[in-house]
């Protein structure tokens, strides 16, 4: 199975701030990857597809990038309604899996 | 709109089985992959597999297979997942998720099932 290794698993920051999360593929995936905002008791919402694609309705404070098997998620201003979880989804390969997730806080 | 109604909370006893379901409206059932995701208290994100209600093709995470079983009702534009054995591991919050125009964009509400005796 894929690994994806996400990092941190915790963040806390403040408003305005310059926030990026990460996932480390353990094999090629190309940009099949999906990144996923989910808030405390809410079913996870996609922000971004095939790695750099903002998902419809997604501010545009939102990015994704790739570097390799790096892929991050960057908040550029960080606002108070992003705080909550993140998590990566590979589909390049079969089982889909997911990262571990991040719980971003406010400081 | 699109819509996933997910069905209620579950308490069931260990060993035994449960059948969730996640009824969708507002686009063509038939002609999008459903997908089923586990969340496990406190834990991440697994994806257990898809079904294709137009033909009932599924897609098993390997993890799961002979935990779960994916079926479709196309009358009642319904998935379903059945949830065999349980056990304590099992205590989760099930969604369902359609790919309607990109894979995983619209999802139920979650049902969470909790395996006690």
Request: aromatic share 12%; charged share 15%; net charge neutral.
């Given at each position: 199975?894929i690994?994806?290794?996400?990092?941190?698993?915790s963040?806390s920051a403040?408003?305005g701030?310059?926030?990026t999360i990460?996932?480390?593929?353990?094999q090629?995936?190309?940009?099949?990857?999906i990144?996923?905002?989910q808030?405390?008791?809410k079913?996870p919402?996609p922000?971004?597809?095939?790695?750099?694609n903002?998902?419809n309705?997604?501010?545009?404070r939102?990015?994704?990038s790739?570097s390799g098997?790096?892929?991050?998620?960057?908040?550029?201003?960080?606002?108070?309604?992003?705080?909550?979880d993140y998590?990566?989804?590979?589909?390049?390969?079969?089982?889909?899996?997911?990262?571990?997730?991040?719980?971003?806080?406010?400081? | 709109?699109?819509?996933?109604?997910?069905?209620?909370?579950?308490?069931?006893?260990p060993?035994?089985?449960?059948?969730?379901?996640c009824?969708?409206?507002?686009?063509?059932?038939?002609?999008?992959y459903?997908?089923?995701?586990?969340?496990?208290?406190?834990n991440?994100?697994?994806?257990?597999?898809?079904?294709?209600?137009?033909?009932?093709?599924?897609k098993?995470?390997?993890?799961?297979?002979?935990?779960?079983?994916?079926?479709?009702d196309k009358?009642?534009?319904?998935?379903?997942?059945?949830l065999?054995?349980l056990t304590?591991?099992?205590?989760a919050?099930?969604?369902c998720?359609a790919?309607?125009?990109?894979?995983?964009?619209?999802?139920?509400q979650?049902v969470?099932v909790?395996?006690?005796?």
């Amino acid at each position: 199975d894929i690994q994806m290794t996400q990092s941190p698993s915790s963040m806390s920051a403040s408003l305005g701030d310059r926030v990026t999360i990460t996932c480390q593929a353990s094999q090629d995936i190309g940009n099949n990857l999906i990144w996923f905002q989910q808030k405390p008791g809410k079913s996870p919402r996609p922000m971004i597809y095939y790695a750099t694609n903002l998902a419809n309705g997604v501010p545009s404070r939102f990015s994704g990038s790739r570097s390799g098997s790096d892929y991050s998620l960057t908040i550029s201003s960080l606002e108070s309604e992003d705080m909550a979880d993140y998590h990566c989804l590979q589909y390049k390969q079969y089982p889909w899996t997911f990262g571990g997730g991040t719980k971003l806080e406010l400081k | 709109q699109v819509q996933l109604q997910q069905s209620g909370t579950e308490l069931v006893k260990p060993a035994s089985s449960v059948k969730i379901s996640c009824k969708a409206s507002g686009y063509t059932f038939t002609s999008n992959y459903m997908h089923w995701i586990r969340q496990q208290p406190g834990n991440g994100l697994e994806w257990i597999g898809w079904i294709f209600p137009g033909n009932g093709n599924t897609k098993y995470n390997q993890k799961f297979d002979g935990k779960a079983t994916l079926t479709a009702d196309k009358s009642s534009s319904t998935a379903y997942m059945q949830l065999s054995s349980l056990t304590s591991e099992d205590s989760a919050v099930y969604f369902c998720a359609a790919a309607i125009s990109n894979y995983f964009d619209y999802w139920g509400q979650g049902v969470m099932v909790t395996v006690s005796s």
